[in-house]
């Protein structure tokens, strides 16, 4: 297996590094009356999509030479490299649809997993002027307006859960069946995976998944929750893993501190 100290902070601040001059990228797209594509899952794709993952390819391979990198817009186009034990998952713009409404609630997120799980994550949220990180062991930040802080989950308040749901995706049904039973105080939506730092941050207590996802548009969140004593559990209560044949995810709830 290639050897890469996750721990370091110098491999840290070279994903910020990366991730934010993807979203640098991302910006100058979104200032312009860019066009909209379609991929043959029906997903929408842009020139941001594609400019960005190009950033942080050439970044990665500079970084971690030989550490594979699963991209999504790279596997959309059937480049799918041989994963083993240590492998990259990156999504250079999650939330392409909040992209093209310009809510400013999209993502770039790139996560190192090791073993199945998400070891290292960033997440820049460029419009909101947020960035999110973990690493497993060592901690989770945001660095945001006020500066760079530590963040954790929290534990669940007396009053009940904060359920955070997709903004573009969802099933109410399956959502009110899977809170029935439970002491719900609020809930609220989000875009990308904005949900899964909300968790980490402690503004939320869980965020329920009960539809399609890929591998990449979730693994850098959940390492920054991981990273903030959360955990992603699927609907049997098994932590979710990645490098699954077709990096498809099951439903699943990321928990900040699971019930």
Not at 171 to 186: I, K
Not at 239 to 253: M, S, T, W
Request: hydrophobic share 45%.
């Amino acid at each position: 297996m290639k050897q890469v100290d996750w721990k370091s902070p110098a491999l840290l601040a070279g994903v910020e590094r990366i991730a934010r001059e993807a979203a640098e990228v991302v910006m100058q797209v979104y200032a312009t009356d860019f066009k909209v594509a379609g991929k043959d899952d029906k997903s929408p794709v842009t020139e941001a999509d594609v400019r960005a993952e190009a950033v942080i390819l050439r970044g990665l391979a500079a970084l971690a030479p030989g550490v594979p990198v699963v991209a999504e817009e790279s596997v959309a186009a059937g480049r799918v490299p041989a994963i083993a034990d240590l492998f990259w998952l990156v999504d250079p713009l999650d939330g392409t649809k909040e992209f093209i409404s310009r809510n400013g609630e999209f993502t770039v997120n790139i996560a190192l997993v090791e073993q199945g799980r998400p070891v290292l994550g960033v997440v820049v949220a460029p419009a909101l002027a947020r960035l999110y990180c973990g690493v497993t062991g060592v901690g989770a930040w945001l660095d945001d307006a006020d500066g760079r802080r530590p963040v954790a989950t929290r534990s669940v308040p007396p009053a009940g859960l904060t359920v955070v749901a997709s903004r573009s995706h969802g099933d109410a049904t399956a959502l009110q069946a899977f809170l029935a039973g439970r002491r719900v105080a609020a809930q609220t939506n989000a875009g990308s995976s904005l949900k899964l730092c909300l968790v980490a941050a402690g503004q939320a207590d869980v965020y329920p998944r009960l539809g399609r996802t890929m591998e990449w548009d979730i693994a850098a969140g959940h390492g920054v929750l991981a990273a903030a004593g959360g955990k992603v559990l699927d609907l049997h209560g098994q932590p979710l893993r990645y490098g699954k044949p077709g990096f498809e995810n099951p439903h699943f709830a990321a928990w900040g501190r699971a019930e």
